[in-house]
């Protein structure tokens, strides 16, 4: 292989190292930054391959997907000047990539979680010394979280970053007023549930009066209405007895006894006390037409 072979070999490589130095790839979980001899010069890159100057220009990425940190436990004093010793954790994500760059050092994770845990820290402080324990302790959590958030969020922005939620993980009372504490809240939970009971028993009274209320006018409604039933089969019964009286009266006299006989003889246990001599038997003994 001649000079001139290992020339163009050279050169194609050296091409091939220029052209990789040149380039570079941003994933959709990246953040970049170019800048030229230390200053920025863009930070504006969507996914993608892009170009750079070697030598002139480099590029740092950053992770732009939500972080988590966890803190240590730290005191804060409640309105009674109680401490309380809280472990939280926040979530976080860089929304200003040149701005984060600045404010952290160069980027530095562990600088900007220090920082946004101190401003966190101020944040959780100033809501809880306006609550008491029982407050604290007692109330539903998101409610003063959510305080902290739109507290510190304010404060983070100077970062480059976005808080996204603040959450704590546990609250340790000191052993002197954990007892009370608990004591109390559960007073207020008896109170409450005996409040829920009573309301309840009301509701319950109330319902049955109105349901026997209502039983009651439904009865009377069906009496009177069988009432009034009665009342017209009776008369349409006596019409009918009228009206066969008038056509045959010894006939329906005989069918009246019948009637009595049905009701009055054979049956266990009745003891009918009657003279035969009498007008009831007159059918049973006469046998004429």
Same mark, same amino acid.
């Given at each position: 292989?001649?000079?001139?072979?290992?020339?163009?070999?050279?050169?194609?490589?050296?091409?091939?190292?220029?052209?990789?130095?040149?380039?570079?790839?941003?994933?959709?979980? %990246?953040?970049?930054?170019? #800048?030229?001899?230390?200053?920025?010069?863009?930070?504006?890159?969507?996914?993608?391959?892009?170009?750079?100057?070697?030598?002139?220009?480099?590029?740092?990425?950053?992770?732009?997907?939500?972080?988590?940190?966890?803190?240590?436990?730290?005191? #804060?004093?409640?309105?009674?000047?109680?401490?309380?010793?809280?472990?939280?954790?926040?979530?976080?994500?860089?929304? %200003?990539?040149?701005?984060?760059?600045?404010?952290?050092?160069?980027?530095?994770?562990?600088?900007?979680?220090?920082?946004?845990?101190?401003?966190?820290? %101020?944040?959780?402080?100033?809501?809880?010394?306006?609550?008491? @324990?029982?407050?604290?302790?007692?109330?539903?959590?998101?409610?003063?979280?959510?305080?902290?958030?739109?507290?510190?969020?304010?404060?983070?922005?100077?970062?480059?970053?976005?808080?996204?939620?603040?959450?704590?993980?546990?609250?340790?009372?000191?052993?002197?007023?954990?007892?009370?504490?608990?004591?109390?809240?559960?007073?207020?939970?008896?109170?409450?549930?005996?409040?829920?009971?009573?309301?309840?028993?009301?509701?319950?009274?109330?319902?049955?009066?109105?349901?026997?209320?209502?039983?009651?006018?439904?009865?009377?409604?069906?009496?009177?209405?069988?009432?009034?039933?009665?009342?017209?089969?009776?008369?349409?019964?006596?019409? @009918?007895?009228?009206?066969?009286?008038?056509?045959?009266?010894? #006939?329906?006299?005989?069918?009246?006894?019948?009637?009595?006989?049905?009701?009055?003889?054979?049956?266990?246990?009745?003891?009918?006390?009657?003279?035969?001599?009498?007008?009831? #038997?007159?059918?049973?003994? %006469?046998?004429?037409?």
């Amino acid at each position: 292989m001649g000079n001139r072979s290992y020339l163009a070999v050279f050169a194609l490589g050296a091409l091939v190292l220029l052209l990789s130095m040149a380039a570079f790839t941003v994933r959709e979980t %990246d953040l970049a930054v170019k #800048f030229r001899f230390g200053e920025i010069v863009r930070a504006d890159y969507q996914p993608g391959l892009h170009f750079l100057v070697p030598f002139i220009n480099n590029v740092r990425k950053f992770d732009r997907r939500i972080l988590t940190e966890d803190y240590p436990a730290e005191q #804060f004093l409640t309105s009674e000047g109680k401490i309380l010793r809280i472990n939280f954790f926040v979530k976080w994500r860089i929304a %200003d990539v040149s701005r984060y760059y600045i404010s952290t050092a160069g980027g530095t994770e562990e600088v900007a979680n220090r920082r946004l845990g101190e401003i966190v820290k %101020d944040g959780i402080k100033g809501v809880i010394a306006r609550r008491t @324990i029982q407050q604290v302790v007692a109330a539903d959590r998101s409610e003063f979280l959510g305080e902290v958030v739109k507290i510190a969020g304010s404060n983070v922005s100077e970062l480059g970053i976005i808080l996204i939620d603040v959450r704590v993980k546990s609250i340790d009372l000191p052993e002197e007023v954990s007892e009370s504490v608990f004591n109390r809240m559960r007073q207020d939970f008896a109170r409450q549930a005996a409040q829920l009971r009573a309301e309840g028993s009301a509701v319950s009274e109330q319902t049955r009066a109105e349901a026997e209320r209502q039983r009651t006018e439904i009865l009377a409604g069906a009496y009177r209405t069988a009432e009034i039933v009665r009342g017209e089969g009776d008369a349409a019964a006596a019409d @009918i007895y009228a009206r066969a009286y008038g056509r045959n009266p010894e #006939f329906y006299s005989f069918y009246r006894g019948l009637q009595a006989y049905r009701r009055s003889l054979g049956k266990q246990g009745d003891i009918l006390v009657i003279t035969p001599q009498g007008e009831f #038997f007159k059918y049973l003994k %006469d046998a004429g037409p």
